[in-house]
């Protein structure tokens, strides 16, 4: 009996640690059991679960550094301490944090008496074993498969005739490919293994197919799918199956990328750790051998894993890390002591963050103790945080934010929650408690009083009123004058997009504004007239001159100050162009998780705006929980052809991906382009030449007397970049030196490729300068 054939008949196997893949009930359900001292045992609802009600759902790290459930659920953490086998650490509430080498068991307030009885019955110290069956298989009955509209009427209104809840399989006979939208999962097949997941409008390999799944199917086939999974398709019926053979296939396929992005990185000139990548490739071949010759079959699939963990930090290692670029997060705080904040920020640090997006007023409250709200009778300081021990920062966590940032390397911009001062569930927003008057009303609203949002069932501010801007623009001055915050993070800044009945700009102040300068009360405008859509382009006017009188107000004492938007797909990215003169830079959301649906989102938005204008792409990797190498080649996807990526958001990120992450494309330092544009052109010059001296002539990627010209060349150009003294000129001078060598052939064509783009970057960091921040050479 071979080795593979030992492991594949073994009656069972434990999944354990950040290996463990995203599960549904449906996965695991009687299968998967934990097993206390005693030989009681329960069977697991499900793994990184948030519906935890009447079932027992294991939480790993791959999921979060928390759990995010309900206070009123019930958790046991267990900590690791070999093979199969946790001892309990301690039981607790709910949103309990996972151990980095552990898992927690969780159940909700409404449970069984049998799983509360197990869960109430461990004791701290007791060990407990996790038990499954080798193999898992999931099947599914298609819709369709190479739909047509005739064929699947359901889908025919669709990208590639997928319709709402449908899975379809896509072969060869349907094309190239799947030529879906980005809202649904998909997975690669290739000689009956799945060899890619994620993404829209996949590929569809001449030795596979692709199955593609939306809304309820997307969550079949995310849940069930891993890298090597077997897949096969007989009369429509879609069957998953998951064992031994899969992982070890997904440990051969991880050696086989690293391998790949070592000689990528060799022959692109890239300078990366090589001996840090070869280590762990060589230790993962060697994990990959003791497994084959280990007859214990649980042993020997733990021995496969971390031959998979080591490939994949290979794979991190050969990647660049470049040394000019924003690397931000969203974060919304949660920490009510400074222990809780430096926490946070030593794990920003090791992913390798170097700005922090922090939200600065939700639900209508700043995060810091406000003069401003006081002159206005309002709460001075959001309830979550006026009771918080900050150190010498007393209650002011925005002050600990931005001290503890500071000493990591990384700074603060200030996200806000913009003229959404509310949820419904939360009651009315304080603001319209002080000024009912102040509230926007919906065309619906008839009562006279605040209302949230028909649709969100968010509050908003009026922001057509004067009185209401004035608020908002004292706000936001106070947090740049009392804080060393490096911008202004703007979201929330139009009201809702609705039709007709829905509209905004029907609060009493607001009709007596547009009465005076139209002599027409818009109560009275009828749909689709040309005076409604005269009302509508007032409104939008009012948003616009909000945003620039902001402009006017961050810019007053800090040519440097960001201003920065966030737009989502739809009306507010294509109302972004109004504000081209106001904004610095631009965030476009890219929800897609593939390097075509999140590049289209960049480019798309980049038509938008002028030259000179800062790109980041905003990326939702953390928040979809997504797996760690898919986080690292989401960020490589969203960097390309910008200056940087934003992350949503730090609350849902996991240990795998910040390990991850700081192995990888942030490895190294860099500087920020949007908040240091010319340091950012001299960490790169810099970077360029030694790399010169240390990488592309040893390696003869360029002739030695024409490389040491260039690095003499590029030299004094660090120093004026430093001092404020370069010019257009010189950057233009690199680029006709780099041609003239490729030229006479003396330069590698794809070294010159690499660096032209640095001046490109460079020349539209200068650019942006002079543009945004008003720079002139001296």
């Given at each position: ?38 030989g009681d045992?329960?069977?697991i ?15 790993n ?26 001892t ?14 552990g898992l ?65 399989v ?6 190239e ?10 997975i ?16 569809i ?14 969550s ?8 090597g ?13 998951q ?47 003791q ?5 214990d ?35 919304r ?27 600065t ?94 649709s ?21 001055e ?11 993070n ?15 700009g ?5 009709r ?14 009828k749909?689709g ?20 009188k902001?402009h ?7 040519a ?9 797909p ?5 109302y ?7 904004i610095?830079a631009v ?19 980049k ?7 800062m790109?980041y ?24 052809g ?13 240990a ?72 257009t ?16 052939d ?33």
């Amino acid at each position: 009996m071979s080795k593979r054939t030992m492991i594949s008949s073994a009656l069972s196997l434990t999944l354990i640690g950040s290996l463990l893949p995203l599960q549904s009930e449906a996965a695991t359900k009687d299968v998967l059991k934990v097993v206390d001292a005693s030989g009681d045992e329960m069977a697991i609802g499900g793994i990184n679960k948030l519906a935890n009600q009447n079932q027992l759902i294991i939480f790993n790290d791959q999921f979060s550094y928390y759990t995010e459930t309900n206070p009123a659920s019930t958790e046991v953490v267990l900590e690791k301490v070999g093979i199969n086998t946790y001892t309990v650490v301690e039981k607790r509430s709910g949103n309990s944090p996972i151990p980095e080498n552990g898992l927690v068991l969780s159940t909700g307030k409404d449970t069984t008496a049998e799983i509360k009885s197990f869960l109430q019955q461990l004791e701290a110290g007791e060990r407990i074993f996790l038990d499954e069956p080798v193999q898992k298989q999931e099947a599914k009955q298609a819709n369709a498969v190479d739909p047509t509209r005739q064929t699947n009427p359901d889908g025919a209104p669709f990208d590639g005739f997928r319709g709402p809840d449908q899975l379809i399989v896509y072969t060869p006979a349907f094309g190239e490919t799947t030529k879906t939208n980005v809202y649904g999962y998909e997975i690669t097949v290739e000689n009956g293994y799945v060899t890619k997941l994620g993404g829209g409008n996949s590929a569809i390999p001449k030795n596979g197919f692709v199955v593609s799944g939306h809304g309820v199917n997307s969550s079949f086939l995310s849940a069930n799918s891993i890298i090597g999974a077997k897949v096969d398709v007989t009369n429509g019926v879609v069957t998953i199956t998951q064992d031994v053979d899969s992982y070890a296939f997904q440990s051969g396929k991880a050696m086989e990328k690293a391998e790949q992005s070592i000689a990528k990185a060799k022959a692109e000139w890239v300078d990366v750790p090589f001996d840090l990548a070869e280590e762990a490739l060589g230790s993962a071949r060697a994990l990959l051998e003791q497994a084959n010759a280990e007859t214990d079959p649980v042993v020997a699939l733990d021995t496969v894993r971390q031959a998979t963990q080591h490939a994949y930090d290979a794979y991190y290692y050969s990647i660049d890390s470049g040394v000019a670029e924003q690397r931000a997060v969203w974060h919304r705080p949660k920490e009510s002591t400074l222990a809780g904040v430096e926490t946070v920020l030593d794990r920003m640090e090791r992913a390798g963050f170097n700005a922090v997006y922090l939200e600065t007023t939700f639900w209508g409250y700043p995060i810091y103790p406000s003069a401003v709200q006081d002159k206005y009778g309002l709460p001075t300081q959001h309830p979550n945080f006026k009771n918080g021990d900050f150190g010498e920062h007393g209650t002011d966590i925005l002050a600990a934010y931005i001290a503890e940032a500071k000493e990591r390397g990384m700074t603060v911009h200030a996200w806000t929650d913009g003229f959404m001062v509310g949820e419904a569930s939360l009651g009315v927003p304080s603001q319209f408690k002080n000024y009912p008057e102040w509230a926007a009303v919906q065309r619906t609203n008839t009562t006279g009083q605040p209302a949230p949002d028909t649709s969100s069932r968010y509050y908003w501010l009026d922001i057509m009123q004067p009185a209401v801007q004035d608020y908002m623009l004292e706000l936001y001055e106070e947090m740049e004058e009392k804080y060393d915050i490096k911008g202004l993070n703007i979201d929330y800044m139009r009201l809702p997009h609705h039709g007709f009945d829905k509209a905004y700009g029907f609060s009493e102040p607001t009709r007596a504004l547009y009465k005076d300068v139209s002599g027409i009360d818009p109560i009275d405008l009828k749909a689709g007239s040309a005076e409604w859509d005269t009302f509508q382009a007032w409104v939008r006017e009012r948003e616009n001159e909000f945003v620039e009188k902001l402009h006017d107000v961050s810019k007053k004492n800090d040519a440097k100050f960001m201003l920065t938007a966030t737009p989502e797909p739809g009306a507010e990215e294509v109302y972004i162009s109004d504000w081209k003169d106001d904004i610095d830079a631009v965030i476009p959301q890219a929800y897609g998780h593939d390097f075509n649906s999140i590049q289209k989102t960049v480019q798309a938005s980049k038509k938008l705006m002028p030259e000179g204008t800062m790109y980041y792409t905003g990326i939702y990797s953390f928040y979809h929980h997504l797996n760690e190498g898919a986080a690292v080649d989401d960020v490589l996807s969203a960097k390309y052809g910008t200056s940087g990526v934003n992350m949503f958001a730090f609350g849902q990120a996991s240990a795998p991906s910040v390990d991850a992450l700081g192995k990888g494309p942030w490895r190294d330092a860099a500087v920020n382009p949007g908040e240091e544009p010319l340091l950012a052109i001299e960490a790169l010059l810099k970077d360029t030449r030694q790399e010169m001296n240390s990488l592309y002539i040893p390696k003869k990627g360029i002739d030695k007397q024409a490389g040491r010209a260039l690095a003499k060349e590029i030299q004094p150009l660090e120093r004026k970049a430093r001092h404020g003294s370069l010019t257009t000129d010189d950057l233009n001078r690199i680029k006709e030196t780099i041609t003239e060598m490729a030229s006479r052939d003396d330069i590698d064509p794809t070294l010159e490729e690499r660096l032209l783009t640095r001046v490109s970057d460079m020349q539209q960091w200068h650019q942006y300068a002079i543009d945004r921040q008003g720079f002139s050479a001296k």
